[in-house]
C-alpha cells in the first residue's frame, strides 16, 4: 500500500487574529416594551439582557460577515490574500443558495478560497474552529478565516416576547493558522455532539417563517447537560479546569451562563476565572455570540494575549461543542 505524505508539518492550529462588528441600531428594553407586553425588569431577571443591536432594514448578513471578517484579518496581520480558506457559521441566510461564505470572500477581497457555511446554530462557531483547526493541521488548508455571523431579526415575530426579547444581530471572526510545534498549538478538539430528539425544541414556524423555542425545555437541558461537555473539553486538551482562565458560553442566557459556570467551579474551576456576559448589551445572537464576546472582552481587558479559555456553543438542532483555545 502506497504511504500517503501529508501536505502539512505542523502540529495544530492556532488563533492569529480575532474581529467582530454589530449594527449600529441600539434596541433597549424599554423600546420592546412599546411593542409588546414586557418590561425591562422582566427581561433582565429572565434573560439578563439589558439592549441589543438589530440591523437597519437592507442591512445583508453578508455585510456584516464581511467586516467582522475583515477585521479579523487586519488583526492577524495577514493579507486578504493569505487566507484560503472561509469558513460562515450561520442559521439565518435568507436563502440557502448561494452560500455565505464566497459572496463573504469576495467582498472581503479574498481570491478563490473554498469557502463553505456550517449550520449548527448557536454551536457553529465552535464547529468552524475544530474544522478550521483540523484542515490546517491536516495540510488542507494553511490559513482558515472563520465567521460567525447572524441576522436573527429577519426571522423573528416582534409580537412574540418569547423570542423577541432575546435574539439580536451581529458577526464575530477569527482567523487560524500553523502552530510549528505542539508547545504553540492554540486550538483544542473539540467535544460535540448533538440531541436530535430534542430537535423541535427550537425551530421555524411553517405558518410565518418566524423562530419559535420551547425556553423551560432548553433551559433545563442546558444547565444540565452543557457542564460536561465542558469538563470534556477541558480533559481532551489535556488540562484541569483550574487551568482556565476565561469561559466564554453560548450567550443564550445570563441565568444558563451562571448555572454552568458554578458547575465548573465545583468541579474546580477557579473562583477567579472570568465569565463572558456580553448578553447583557448584545442579546443572543447565536453563531455570532462566542467571537462576539471574544472581540468585546479583549477590547475590554478581561481578556489578555495567552489566557487560556474555554468555549461551549449550544443551540438549536440541539447541537453543542467545547474547545480549549489561547488567546492571540
Given at each position: 500500500m502506497t504511504k500517503l505524505k501529508l501536505a502539512s508539518t505542523t502540529a495544530g492550529a492556532r488563533i492569529l487574529g480575532l474581529g467582530s462588528v454589530q449594527p449600529d441600531n441600539v434596541v433597549t428594553n424599554d423600546d420592546l416594551a412599546q411593542r409588546m407586553d414586557t418590561n425591562d425588569q422582566w427581561i433582565r431577571e429572565r434573560v439578563?439582557?439589558?439592549?441589543?443591536?438589530?440591523?437597519?432594514?437592507?442591512?445583508?448578513?453578508?455585510?456584516?460577515?464581511?467586516?467582522?471578517?475583515?477585521?479579523?484579518?487586519?488583526?492577524?496581520?495577514?493579507?486578504?490574500?493569505?487566507?484560503?480558506?472561509?469558513?460562515?457559521?450561520?442559521?439565518?441566510?435568507?436563502?440557502p443558495i448561494p452560500n455565505a461564505a464566497a459572496q463573504t470572500a469576495d467582498r472581503i477581497g479574498i481570491p478563490a478560497p473554498g469557502a463553505f457555511d456550517i449550520n449548527a446554530a448557536c454551536a457553529g462557531f465552535c464547529f468552524g474552529m475544530g474544522t478550521a483547526a483540523d484542515l490546517v493541521r491536516g495540510g488542507s488548508a494553511r490559513n482558515v478565516l472563520v465567521i460567525g455571523a447572524e441576522k436573527l431579526s429577519d426571522w423573528l415575530d416582534w409580537t412574540d416576547r418569547s423570542t423577541a426579547i432575546i435574539?439580536?444581530?451581529?458577526?464575530?471572526?477569527?482567523?487560524?493558522?500553523?502552530?510549528?510545534?505542539?508547545?504553540?498549538?492554540?486550538?483544542?478538539?473539540?467535544?460535540?455532539?448533538?440531541a436530535?430528539?430534542?430537535?423541535?425544541?427550537?425551530?421555524?414556524?411553517?405558518?410565518?417563517?418566524?423562530?419559535?423555542?420551547?425556553?423551560?425545555?432548553?433551559?433545563?437541558?442546558?444547565?444540565?447537560?452543557?457542564?460536561?461537555?465542558?469538563?470534556?473539553?477541558?480533559?481532551?486538551?489535556?488540562?484541569?479546569?483550574?487551568?482556565?482562565?476565561?469561559?466564554?458560553?453560548?450567550?443564550?442566557?445570563?441565568?444558563?451562563?451562571?448555572?454552568?459556570?458554578?458547575?465548573?467551579?465545583?468541579?474546580?474551576?477557579?473562583?477567579?476565572?472570568?465569565?463572558?456576559?456580553?448578553?447583557?448589551?448584545s442579546g443572543n445572537t447565536s453563531s455570532a455570540s462566542i467571537p462576539l464576546a471574544l472581540d468585546h472582552m479583549r477590547a475590554d481587558g478581561r481578556l489578555r494575549s495567552g489566557d487560556t479559555v474555554l468555549l461551549v456553543g449550544f443551540g438549536a438542532g440541539l447541537s453543542y461543542a467545547g474547545q480549549v483555545v489561547v488567546c492571540p
Open positions: 439578563g439582557i439589558e439592549s441589543r443591536r438589530i440591523a437597519e432594514e437592507g442591512t445583508l448578513l453578508v455585510d456584516m460577515a464581511a467586516e467582522a471578517g475583515a477585521r479579523a484579518v487586519k488583526d492577524s496581520g495577514l493579507t486578504p490574500n493569505e487566507i484560503d480558506t472561509v469558513i460562515v457559521a450561520t442559521c439565518t441566510m435568507p436563502t435574539f439580536a444581530d451581529g458577526a464575530g471572526a477569527a482567523v487560524l493558522g500553523p502552530a510549528s510545534d505542539e508547545a504553540s498549538v492554540g486550538v483544542g478538539p473539540l467535544a460535540w455532539g448533538s436530535g430528539d430534542m430537535s423541535q425544541t427550537i425551530h421555524i414556524k411553517p405558518d410565518n417563517n418566524a423562530l419559535a423555542q420551547e425556553g423551560q425545555a432548553v433551559f433545563r437541558w442546558a444547565t444540565t447537560k452543557i457542564a460536561p461537555v465542558a469538563l470534556r473539553a477541558i480533559e481532551l486538551a489535556g488540562l484541569t479546569p483550574a487551568d482556565i482562565d476565561v469561559f466564554v458560553p453560548h450567550q443564550a442566557n445570563l441565568r444558563i451562563v451562571d448555572a454552568v459556570a458554578k458547575r465548573l467551579r465545583a468541579k474546580g474551576a477557579r473562583d477567579d476565572m472570568v465569565v463572558a456576559d456580553d448578553i447583557r448589551h
